[in-house]
């Protein structure tokens, strides 16, 4: 498969490099701009960006206005990046256009995380038939789950659930969000169902069941 390349955008040289040596890593090809503007041209200059990581707080243009440049043409995903942890900057991120927020400062691993769920749901990356973390290995062709080797039954929906969690490492996930990707949109159940699974697939994982992370007054995370 052809390397997806990914535009990183942010002022500061020095984060622009941990962000791209990490996605090279991971097999992406990474071009970069140093301000909003440059950001612009270089996004139609190349014409095949499949995802853009941005930065809020940069010269010439801000990271929220070159959202609505990129919005008036393209679709791409967007993952926008900030140093501000607060509510609002989350919501105008969103509002204005984003797919995801990641606050500074973050796991690059995460960030790479997010950076393939994104691209998962746009429908660009294939979805793995093999996840693995922290040692649980979810089989999706073949409907197995291992946990340090040792097989792990569950059923349809607690699978489902697993893969769900599994393929978005390190995201936040509202029980709503959940509900939708694994029940699907006609469900009409509620949270609670998310939570009895949730409760089922931690039992038996045992040790492992602590990667679920409980986010109060929201959902869940996968993290090891």
């Known amino acids: 498969m052809e390397q997806l390349k990914i535009l990183v955008v942010d002022d500061e040289i020095r984060m622009r490099k941990l962000v791209r040596d990490f996605l090279v890593k991971s097999g992406y090809r990474v071009v970069e701009a140093a301000d909003g503007q440059e950001a612009v041209d270089t996004f139609f200059a190349e014409g095949d960006i499949a995802l853009v990581i941005l930065d809020v707080m940069m010269p010439k243009m801000d990271g929220y ?7 008036s043409y393209s679709q791409v995903p967007i993952l926008m990046l900030t140093a501000k942890g607060e509510e609002r ?4 991120s969103f509002e204005t256009g984003a797919d995801e927020f990641i606050s ?7 960030l790479v995380a997010r950076v393939e769920a994104l691209l998962r749901r746009a429908g660009v990356l294939d979805k793995k038939e093999i ?3 922290g ?6 062709g073949a409907h197995t789950v291992t946990n340090d080797g040792e097989p792990v039954e569950l059923s349809y929906k607690e699978f489902e659930l697993l893969s769900y969690f599994m393929e978005n490492q390190g995201i936040a996930l509202s029980r709503e969000k959940i509900l939708n990707n694994v029940w699907n949109f006609d469900y009409f159940g509620d949270a609670r169902t998310v939570d ?6 931690r039992s038996k994982l045992k040790n492992k069941g602590e990667y679920i992370k409980t986010i109060w007054g929201m959902g869940y995370k996968f993290e090891c």
């Open 65 to 71: 206005q070159v959202v609505k440049e990129i919005r």
């Open 89 to 92: 900057d989350e919501l105008k």
């Open 104 to 110: 500074k400062p973050f796991s690059p691993r995460v």
């Open 131 to 133: 996840l693995e973390a």
């Open 135 to 140: 040692g649980i290995v979810v089989d999706k």
């Open 196 to 201: 009895t699974h949730v409760k089922k697939v």
